[in-house]
């Protein structure tokens, strides 16, 4: 299984890099705000991931040429925490892409997309908020197995 995490930076997608590295996934990891990237993918596993904040720009593409198994995990959170967060990394003076899209416009248009193509199946969103992990976990096929808890402590 691959896995493909398209949600907006500050939306948790580090945690969700850490969360799905601690269920035995491996893969890499791109922050477009801190320019920082993790790889601990040495060769593709069954299970593995690739979470690309800057993913909101090219997703389309990914799913309708990309492997007809990999899933897509919007992490989201609410519109006011999301541009208080944004607004606290532009006084740290990081880098704020130009063509960041607005949350809730971005949130309903991959939501619209999914649906239009049918494969709205292949889309788990993710509140930071709001985490079902019963839900993560039948979404990644995940049975019988120790929980492991989100790490929200990521999450600011």
Same mark, same amino acid.
């Given at each position: 299984m691959h896995i493909l995490g398209i949600g907006l930076p500050r939306t948790g997608t580090s945690s969700l890099a850490k969360f799905l590295r601690n269920l035995?996934? &491996?893969?890499?990891?791109?922050?477009?705000i801190h320019d920082k990237r993790e790889n601990d993918l040495v060769k593709i596993k069954q299970k593995s991931f690739l979470i690309d904040n800057s993913a909101y720009r090219n997703y389309k593409q990914k799913l309708i040429y990309g492997n007809r198994k990999t899933?897509?995990?919007?992490?989201?959170?609410?519109k006011k925490s999301w541009k208080q967060s944004i607004n606290r990394?532009?006084?740290?003076?990081?880098?704020?892409?130009?063509?960041?899209?607005?949350?809730s416009l971005y949130y309903t248009e991959v939501i619209e997309f999914f649906k239009s193509k049918k494969l709205i199946n292949r889309l788990?969103?993710?509140?930071?908020?709001?985490?079902?992990?019963?839900?993560?976990? &039948?979404?990644l096929e995940i049975e019988n197995q120790i929980k492991i808890e989100y790490p929200k402590e990521l999450i600011k």
């Open positions: 035995g996934f &491996s893969g890499k990891n791109f922050c477009v899933k897509f995990i919007l992490t989201t959170r609410d990394m532009k006084t740290k003076k990081l880098n704020i892409p130009k063509d960041l899209p607005d949350i788990l969103v993710i509140d930071i908020n709001n985490i079902d992990q019963e839900k993560i976990y &039948s979404f």
